[in-house]
């Protein structure tokens, strides 16, 4: 059974940063390029940003570029997103999600994202 189990959420202030960890269990993390998405109130799901199957390459939204960074730590089975700056508007439900194509041709698609996270909530005060 794959399990995608996200962490670290919580309630924070304009400026303040906070990570994220998705613990997965269940497939051979390293065959995956894990990727991070959120929803907030009334909107639909969307791209923050995905990581290779090694690490070593990784894209991001516009809007968080610069401010997030996503991590891996294969062998922990661990995926992280570190959240710097934050802004209200960062305000969502984040989730982390595992896909089996190359990093570079997942991206924002989400239907190519195999498996999914129940989401933790992040939201930011002004």
């Known amino acids: 059974q794959v399990q995608l189990v996200e962490s670290g959420g919580g309630l924070v202030h304009t400026g303040d940063s906070l990570r994220l960890s998705c613990a997965v269990s269940?497939?051979?993390?390293?065959?995956?390029?894990m990727g991070w998405f959120r929803q907030a109130p009334g909107k639909e799901r969307e791209f923050v940003g995905i990581i290779s199957k090694s690490g070593g390459s990784a894209r991001y939204d516009d809007s968080v570029l610069g401010r997030f960074t996503i991590a891996r730590d294969n062998a922990k089975n661990t995926v992280y997103l570190q959240m710097n700056d934050l802004i209200p508007e960062d305000t969502a439900v984040y989730y982390c999600?595992?896909?089996?194509?190359?990093?570079?041709?997942?991206?924002?698609?989400?239907?190519?994202?195999?498996?999914w996270g129940q989401g933790t909530q992040v939201t930011v005060s002004s």
């Open positions: 269940g497939l051979t993390f390293s065959h995956y390029a």
């Open positions: 999600a595992a896909t089996s194509w190359d990093y570079y041709n997942a991206l924002s698609t989400q239907n190519r994202y195999n498996y």
